[in-house]
């Protein structure tokens, strides 16, 4: 269980709609400091400067997809340990371990419900080492 507290959360969404209504309940409900990218490229440049503690991060996107992103994240040293939660429709058992495998510490399935995003998060924070 990781004692520090969750501030500031890196989203990455390729859908404008998603990425909105990920930001109005992460920071009206949860209380989190949100800054959203629309893709891989976009988050790499922002994300040294935002020092996220969590990254939530689209699956599929045009261009670099979300292991791709992943992958690159990694290499910047204020993100290279940032724990990275996949969101995704591919809900199938085969795939969330692939995810997993690529370095994910969760997977929260698309749709999600935006009421429950905030305890989601704070469910996959707590459980953390």
Request: charge should be negative.
């Amino acid at each position: 269980m990781t004692d520090q507290t969750l501030k500031r959360i890196l989203h990455i969404e390729d859908e404008p709609d998603i990425r909105a209504i990920a930001k109005l309940t992460l920071e009206g409900l949860g209380g989190y400091e949100v800054e959203s990218c629309g893709s891989g490229a976009d988050a790499l440049v922002r994300a040294p400067d935002f020092r996220p503690d969590l990254v939530l991060l689209d699956v599929m996107m045009p261009g670099m997809d979300g292991p791709m992103t992943l992958s690159e994240l990694r290499k910047l040293p204020n993100c290279a340990a940032v724990p990275v939660v996949f969101m995704t429709a591919k809900a199938q058992a085969s795939e969330i371990e692939k995810f997993l495998s690529l370095g994910a510490v969760d997977v929260i399935i698309k749709p999600f419900d935006p009421q429950a995003l905030c305890v989601q998060i704070g469910e996959i924070w707590r459980g953390l080492p």
